[in-house]
């Protein structure tokens, strides 16, 4: 039987590993390659890098980081973050990583999906969708709408039938971020889990406001295949082996 | 690098990623070499089929560079193989995923599709239970990425299983040929240790 996916998730600017709150107020949280290889030592099941830079120096080094961590990690590498083409996407896999995820280019231009998933396979490509709850309800739609652009901006486009579509086009993962919640540490957006995975077949990994185990619980009981945090590691509130420990303890089924 | 680590020949067959299949057989103490050279995969001690692309691709894109009949040759004498993901599928005669595309056919029968009941493509890491006669699987936990699988393999091969949504053949071994349908190169240290002792094999 498989086993519940713990995923630190680190957003990388300029080559440094960076966190922040709602996608804002980035600060320094370490060296790429080191925290890589720290999670590996302490059980990660796999690791999301997201390149936060704001220039195209930035994005230059991107790949180069990849490399670099490759070096060091035998586990899953999915990246993402300035993904605009097919040849970024090709780039990013020969750099080393094995996965790759689209958010805002997939929303403008949605044929990447199968351009990666035809050339690459669907097990390379990768949907970041990044859902806001919607200020005011919309006939015939789900509560939540897609936001691009690091959440500056609100799509109107509906959350579920986004993910349904990419699906359709490809993708073979769902990394579901909840805008709302992200960096608040108030618990994952259960609502919104439930309602994409109910409505698609792929793995869906929750993302955005994990605290606590429990919170864990809830988002793998809600539907998600694995679960991603930030804040919780970069903080240093809980190791990955000290939080599979609790996640055992409560009954989830984990790689020790 | 010291003189004496195995040389490992990688084959390059597609358009997708092998830095991680290099990276992890370096861990594991081997030189590595990319290559397509037909030559060199008659005549390396060890040689590595990763897993990229779909069935009938990736056997498509053998058959473009002429690797078939040498690959062929190299696992009936028993040489030294290691075949991951979809390159251990093709050691079956056919797959669900591209019809009428043939296998090597080394073990009989049809990899097909996970049923509905589970998500696919199965990402994440599962158990292995190997059974007793293998001689390099070990239990434990790898990471897999897939969507088809096969349910048995003949009584000449030694194996280990995993179950999502009913049995399947996670990995196959006979004497130093190696056919995982997980990734070595991602599981971390189980998965390095286990391409450790392929190449002392």
């Known amino acids: ?256 | 690098m010291s003189s004496s680590a195995p040389r490992v020949s990688v084959l390059q067959t597609g358009v997708a990623n092998i830095a991680s299949v290099l990276a992890g057989l370096k861990k594991a103490g081997a030189e590595v070499t990319p290559t397509q050279n037909i030559a060199s995969i008659a005549n390396d001690p060890f040689v590595v089929l990763p897993g990229v692309g779909t069935f009938g691709s990736t056997m498509q894109t053998l058959l473009e560079h002429r690797l078939v009949e040498p690959l062929k040759e190299r696992l009936n004498a028993g040489a030294p193989t290691l075949l991951v993901c979809v390159g251990f599928q093709l050691l079956f005669e056919q797959s669900e995923e591209s019809p009428g595309v043939e296998g090597f056919g080394l073990i009989p029968g049809r990899v097909s599709r996970f049923p509905d009941t589970v998500r696919t493509p199965q990402f994440g890491w599962n158990s292995i239970s190997p059974d007793e006669d293998c001689a390099i699987l070990e239990s434990g936990f790898a990471y897999f990425a897939n969507s088809y699988r096969a349910e048995t393999v003949s009584s000449d091969w030694s194996a280990a299983y995993s179950d999502n949504g009913g049995r399947f053949v996670a990995a196959v071994e006979r004497g130093s040929i190696l056919g995982c349908q997980f990734h070595p190169e991602l599981s971390s240290s189980w998965g390095i240790n286990l391409l450790t002792k392929w190449l002392q094999r």
């Open chain 1, 1 to 256: 039987m498989l086993t519940a996916r713990i995923i630190p998730c680190l957003d990388v600017r300029d080559g440094r590993v960076v966190k922040g709150v709602r996608f804002q107020g980035l600060r320094d949280a370490g060296c790429p390659e080191e925290l890589a290889e720290t999670y590996e030592a302490q059980g990660a099941d796999e690791l999301v890098f997201l390149d936060v830079s704001a220039t195209p120096e930035g994005r230059g080094t991107h790949r180069h980081t990849i490399q670099k961590i490759r070096d060091r990690l035998s586990l899953p590498l999915t990246t993402g973050g300035g993904v605009r083409a097919v040849e970024d996407a090709g780039s990013l896999l020969e750099a080393g990583a094995d996965k790759i995820s689209v958010n805002t280019a997939a929303v403008d231009q949605p044929s990447i999906l199968s351009d990666i998933a035809e050339r690459f396979g669907s097990q390379c490509c990768i949907l970041a969708l990044d859902a806001a709850e919607r200020s005011s309800p919309v006939e015939g739609a789900s509560a939540w709408e897609v936001v691009v652009r690091s959440g500056k901006v609100r799509t109107g486009i509906d959350a579920v039938t986004w993910a349904k579509e990419a699906v359709e086009r490809g993708a073979g993962e769902i990394l579901l971020t909840s805008w709302d919640r992200d960096g608040t540490r108030s618990g994952y957006d259960l609502e919104l889990l439930r309602a994409v995975c109910s409505a698609i077949k792929v793995p869906v990994i929750a993302s955005g406001g994990a605290d606590t185990p429990a919170h864990m619980v809830e988002a793998l009981e809600a539907g998600a295949d694995a679960v991603l945090a930030a804040s919780i590691f970069h903080d240093g509130d809980y190791t990955v082996a000290g939080l599979k420990e609790e996640l055992a303890t409560l009954g989830v089924r984990v790689r020790k």
